[in-house]
């Protein structure tokens, strides 16, 4: 699968899913438990980008560079 399509449906994933729970979550109870699950929802998907795109980037130094 394309990386692209990859980021999308992790993306849409992250906002749809954890919004349509949160909506649920709100119409059966009262209080703050709705945002929780959005929240964590919101901040698995943050995780997931993390984990499977940036954490791979080698963002080291290297030697020899043209850099001063």
Do not use: C, F
Not at 22 to 48: F, H, N
């Amino acid at each position: 699968m394309n990386d692209h399509v990859k980021l999308a449906a992790v993306l849409a994933g992250g906002v749809v899913l954890p919004g349509v729970a949160s909506y649920l979550v709100a119409q059966s109870t009262t209080g703050l438990a709705d945002e929780a699950v959005w929240a964590g929802g919101y901040g698995l998907m943050v995780l997931t980008v993390w984990y499977t795109w940036i954490r791979p980037l080698d963002l080291s130094r290297t030697e020899g560079g043209t850099e001063p």
